[in-house]
């Protein structure tokens, strides 16, 4: 099979979720004997918008296809000049490209700098358009539906979204973002710093008063952002959800009558469960980083409630800068992957407590892999692997601080978890991912293309 993606680049210009997966998806594709290459968003140029595509050198034997002259690509940062994320491009380069190319699937990871143009004119090819849901973006600019500090439930027709895009970046800076130099600079100590310190002011808890309520003249612009990414959405074929809670949130902005709920994966999680003791100190782990649409703030207020309440046997490992942190909290060093069995050789509890719609949630199935219960958000995607409740506790977004003073997750507890873990979970391999995805029943890479034409 000829297997096109579309994803925001090679590591290490991205990382992220999105990426792990994306990566190893298309190395499992290539070692099973198919041809795989990568689209992605690169370099916009003042002088010509007209779009096109450069070929550069594989990554480990997977093609490397730069889109020159995108749109936009915001991340999380939010939305301003809408019109520049609505340009029309011209369809002719993406009809020429996908003629050569002739990919039987065109599997789309985020609408982050594509065309509208482009999946019309892989529509025009009879090219089968496959979407994974990693996020929300092309429903909310910000990508997470996160406002005021809760889940985005309603945004009144658009009206509430300049207030929460208030921060974004220009187009000035996102060009630079997305220029060769910046691939070549980002890693750099001086560039880290600078992007540490911008971080830390884009995920505001709440919204400043004035700002609160946007004007009536700022709503038609965000609708019309919103109408141009639904009609995208209306050219995919078939959309693989990580999770049901992602299903559910999608179907209620889009028909999305053919789909599959297939939770993600990655190369590196394998079976490591081993049988453990539990002891009557808690250890607990949070792997977020400390932002309040990822639920750290929600998480330290019940257990500092649980700490002023007299309870003094537990500790928190937190995984990434953290202010003002609390005793019980042993801040760690940002991890690699490599480290996962040593770190979850030493937790008792992992906690996920998005107060976001987080798609999935990669940190669950790690810990899972490992035999450590998990208490996760309603809010949380990956709750569906849970085993409804077998492996650990979901509560509402709201629920910490009660759990945490009135259910105690004792060494019983979590010792009934783990070994209903060990007997009964399955931890699903980036391999049997494969098979799903191309399993006729999900509806997912089928039906059966016809043999891919090259140039």
Known sequence: MNILHYALGFPPYRSGGLTKYCMDLMQAQHVAGNRVAMLWPGRMHLSSPRSRILEHRLVDGIGNLELVNPLPVPLDEGIADVAAYTAPREPEPFEAFFACLAPDVLHVHTLMGLPVEAL??????????????????????????????????????????????????????????????????????????????????????????????????????????????????????????????????????????????????????????????????????YMGPCMPYKGFFALKAALDAAYAAGRRDFTLDVFAPCPAPSPYMRLRDAYRHADLPEIFGRVDLLVAPSQCYETFGLTVAEALSHAVPVLATEHVGAKDLLGDGAYGWVVPTDGLTRFFLQQWPGPDQLAARHAAICEGYTVQTIEEHLAALLAPQNGLYYPAPTSARSC
């Open 120 to 285: 019309q004119a892989a529509k025009r090819q009879g090219i089968r358009i496959v979407f994974s849901s990693h996020d929300f973006f092309g429903i909310c600019p910000r990508v997470t539906l996160f406002r005021d500090g809760h889940a985005c439930e309603d945004d009144d027709g658009c009206a509430r979204c300049a207030a929460c895009n208030r921060g974004a970046l220009s187009l000035a800076k996102i060009r630079l973002l997305q220029s060769p130099a910046y691939r070549l600079l980002k890693d750099a100590p001086w560039m880290r710093a600078l992007r540490r310190r911008h971080r830390r002011g884009v995920h505001a808890p709440e919204i400043p008063q004035s700002l609160a309520v946007s004007t009536t003249k700022t709503a038609p612009c965000f609708q019309a952002l919103r109408t141009y990414y639904m009609r995208m959405f209306a050219l995919v074929d078939a959309f693989h959800f990580n999770s049901t809670l992602t299903r559910d949130v999608y179907r209620r902005y889009i028909d999305a009558p053919v789909g599959a709920v297939l939770p993600a994966t990655h190369a590196g999680l394998r079976d490591h469960r081993r049988q453990k003791a539990f002891s009557d100190s808690l250890r607990i782990a």
